[in-house]
């Protein structure tokens, strides 16, 4: 009952910054994005998915160890928007980043439904990082 949207992957060097944005739309006016957590997950080459960082309703965040202290998530309810700040990206930070929305989870929770395939997601855009 959700459509989201990815972009802004692309090509960087080791130490690179991107940002990538998650447009999320509801396909009946009977849906409200603002109750769903939204998240952005990955998966790499051979890899299964992995979450990443998401926002739940509340707007509390959850990160995974990989990624803190290098990767901001925010969330913009008015807009049905959510972002991932990368930076200091690494080689192993090369794969395909999508989003999700997953109902009636916490910002934890969301990170483990969602990589293992619950909610609404997008098609994916590809980071790829060079050394």
């Known amino acids: 009952q959700v459509d989201l949207a990815e972009t802004g992957g692309g090509s960087v060097q080791a130490g690179g910054s991107l940002r990538l944005t998650c447009v999320a739309s509801a396909r009946y006016d009977s849906v409200r994005v603002r109750n769903y957590c939204l998240g952005w997950f990955r998966q790499a080459p051979g890899k299964g998915p992995e979450g990443v960082a998401a926002v739940d309703t509340d707007g509390n965040i959850g990160y995974a160890d990989s990624v803190k202290g290098r990767f901001t998530v925010s969330r913009d309810n008015a807009k049905n928007i959510l972002y991932l700040q990368m930076n200091s990206l690494k080689p192993e930070d090369t794969a395909v980043y999508y989003c999700?929305?997953?109902?009636?989870?916490?910002?934890?929770?969301?990170?483990?439904?969602?990589?293992?395939?619950?909610?609404?997601r997008g098609q994916g855009t590809q980071v790829t990082v060079s050394s």
């Open positions: 999700a929305a997953v109902s009636l989870v916490t910002a934890t929770q969301c990170l483990d439904v969602g990589a293992k395939g619950g909610g609404y």
